[in-house]
């Protein structure tokens, strides 16, 4: 079955950059969407489409793609942007899709 | 407002059948896809399955983990979707959500599997 692969963990100071990749075979044909997941509230969306970020979504937020890898990247990470982040895309039919790992962002 | 609400959580024995429901408000639910998805206490998020708008057929996509136990379907008329879970088992436990679009999410509602 497909897959994509997040690291675990990210940990940033506030005011830096993080950056959290995602890889997956069928990337390069599909698009990715990124969501920002809190304790007991629903998940957001923040990157659709490889690069655009969501409306409503502060513009620290942005996405990048290269070949099998996507990437969100905040900048200027704030406290309030502590959370699991998850990258979601579809295999090479376009019919399944999956989600990643989850990559869960500490602000020291 | 644009919402979804999901409802039919609860306590159930293993082995036994749930339908969670999924209703739309504030937007006009027949022309998006309709996709459940779930997360196990301490897990990340599992893509379930979802069934597409009538426009493109209204068919049903599933993950491997729930082909053949769990049934997604839509009734446009009253706005609403089905997940229809058979033959649960304890890894089945988890906050399921419903989406549209990628941005409509609803707040999920609580599935526990246990005897």
């Known amino acids: 079955s497909y897959e994509l692969t997040q690291p675990p963990s990210v940990s940033v100071s506030p005011g830096q950059t993080a950056t959290i990749t995602c890889s997956g075979d069928a990337l390069p044909q599909q698009y990715a969407y990124w969501f920002q997941k809190k304790p007991g509230q629903a998940p957001v969306l923040v990157v659709h489409?490889?690069?655009e970020t969501f409306s409503g979504i502060p513009e620290r937020f942005s996405g990048s793609t290269s070949g099998t890898t996507v990437t969100l990247t905040i900048r200027g990470v704030q406290a309030e942007d502590e959370a699991d982040y998850y990258c979601q895309s579809a295999d090479s039919s376009g019919s399944y899709r999956v989600f990643g790992g989850g990559t869960k962002l500490t602000v020291l | 407002d644009v919402q979804l609400v999901e409802s039919g959580g609860g306590l159930v024995q293993p082995g036994r059948s749930l339908r969670l429901s999924c209703s739309a408000s504030?937007?006009?639910?027949?022309?998006?896809?309709l996709t459940w998805v779930r997360q196990a206490p301490g897990k990340g998020l599992e893509w379930l399955g979802f069934?597409?708008?009538?426009?493109?057929?209204?068919?049903?996509e599933y993950a491997a983990s729930v082909k053949g136990r769990f049934t997604i379907s839509r009734d446009d008329s009253k706005s609403v979707a089905y997940l229809q879970m058979n033959s649960l088992e304890t890894d089945d436990s988890a906050m399921y959500f419903c989406?549209?679009?990628?941005?409509?999410w609803g707040r999920g509602t609580l599935v526990t599997v246990s005897s």
């Open positions: 489409k490889d690069t």
């Open positions: 069934v597409r708008s009538k426009d493109y057929g209204g068919t049903t």
């Open positions: 504030g937007f006009t639910f027949g022309d998006f896809a």
């Open positions: 989406y549209a679009a990628f941005n409509v």
